[in-house]
């Protein structure tokens, strides 16, 4: 038996994560997901241990080895779909707080969600959906840096080639332009959905004493989690939006 | 011969599973550890969740928690009267198959029925 490394130790942490998000995305019940992701982990340390690699436990390919099991635990589309919620309240609150800023610093009437805009928004939601997924590399590449440099390296390239086969975008397209009261609508229908989410993580538990706990985890938990999101969005915004104007990508 | 291995062992996975388990309530990695020793070596060892998790929707088997002292807590299984019913059939069903097999491997077929026996080609040089 051999003691583990912080190396071997996220690298394994990392597959379980990307399993867990699969079987997530697949509908398996959260019950059951988080006891499949404990007894993968499990066994995945328990191997480290003894000197096995993770490939001997998930095969060489994770994602088929997810599937395999997923399928024997009755997914459900529906339980995918309720991830649309979180997501829904993340674009939303994203659109309503990029509105109400440059409303305040712009000092105008009306706000424009321009092209740029919903990509950052959209790239930002599909990356926080996605990524833990990079896990699956972990079979292949075992430290963290080495994914992120792999994914990095892809999204430059395909960036550069769009680039290079003349693709050319107006990233200050207006999709779509609105007033005050609209804003603040939305602001009001993302809180609304944000209340109905965290009653909807609360319901799962037995007591009310556990309920009425859950609720207030969740509340904090996804108060918290919006507010970076929207921080990142701004703030990748500013980075993207100079680095693309510095490219002349908006001529 | 690996290959073929695996396929057979593919076959008879579940089955072995619900005997290990038999004698004795064990957790995944213990499990493939018992197989090891017993001479069955899986190509991927994540291969018996999804197969635990069929036995245990059907009824045959049934998990529980328990904590570790060295990490998270782990999961067990035990035979449920269900599991142990249709072990006693897949047995019954292993142990016939089994022995048809064998019983054509030694050729004992072949002096059953003399009409079955087909003149043999002379492979001798001409």
Redesign the interface.
């Known amino acids: 038996m051999i003691i583990l490394d912080q190396s071997t130790r996220s690298q394994i942490s990392d597959l379980s994560e990307a399993c867990g998000r699969y079987w997530e995305l697949r509908g398996i019940a959260q019950e059951h997901r988080d006891?499949?992701q404990?007894?993968?982990?499990?066994?995945l340390?328990?191997?480290a241990m003894d000197a096995?690699s993770p490939e001997?436990?998930?095969?060489p390919n994770p994602t088929a080895?997810a599937e395999?099991?997923a399928?024997?635990?009755?997914p459900h589309a529906l339980r995918a779909g309720a991830l649309l919620l979180p997501g829904l309240i993340y674009a939303l609150s994203g659109i309503s707080t990029t509105a109400i800023v440059e409303l305040l610093l712009a000092h105008t009437s009306s706000f424009s969600l321009t092209l740029f805009t919903a990509f950052m928004l959209g790239g930002w939601g599909v990356m926080a959906l996605l990524l833990p997924l990079a896990g699956f590399l972990a079979v292949r590449m075992r430290t963290r840096s080495k994914r992120s440099m792999l994914l990095a390296a892809v999204f430059i390239l395909g960036a550069l080639v769009a680039r290079l086969s003349g693709m050319r975008v107006n990233w200050n397209m207006t999709l779509l332009s609105w007033s005050w009261p609209l804003t603040l609508g939305l602001a009001v229908l993302t809180v609304g959905l944000a209340c109905l989410e965290c009653w909807r993580r609360a319901s799962h538990e037995r007591t009310f004493s556990d309920r009425l706990g859950k609720l207030w985890r969740s509340v904090l938990t996804l108060t918290g989690d919006v507010v970076l999101f929207d921080l990142l969005v701004g703030m990748s915004s500013v980075v993207v939006f100079n680095a693309c104007a510095l490219a002349g990508c908006f001529k | 011969m690996e290959v073929r291995l695996t396929q057979l062992l593919r076959g008879t996975l579940d089955m072995c599973l619900l005997a290990t388990i038999a004698q004795q309530p064990c957790y995944g990695y213990e499990m493939v550890q018992r197989l090891a020793q017993q001479g069955l070596t899986l190509v991927s060892e994540g291969s018996i969740y999804p197969l635990l998790s069929r036995l245990q929707q059907r009824g045959y088997l049934e998990g529980y928690l328990i904590p570790s002292t060295d990490g998270p807590p782990r999961k067990y299984y035990r035979l449920l009267p269900k599991g142990a019913e249709q072990l006693a059939q897949w047995q019954a069903e292993w142990n016939n198959f089994a022995q048809a097999v064998s019983q054509i491997l030694k050729g004992a077929h072949a002096d059953d029925n003399p009409r079955s026996v087909h003149p043999q080609p002379d492979l001798r040089p001409q």
């Not at chain 1, 404990?38 to 066994?43: D, G, Q, R």
């Open positions: 006891e499949m404990l007894e993968l982990e499990h066994h340390l328990q191997a096995k001997t436990v998930v095969g080895f395999a099991w399928k024997e635990m009755h």
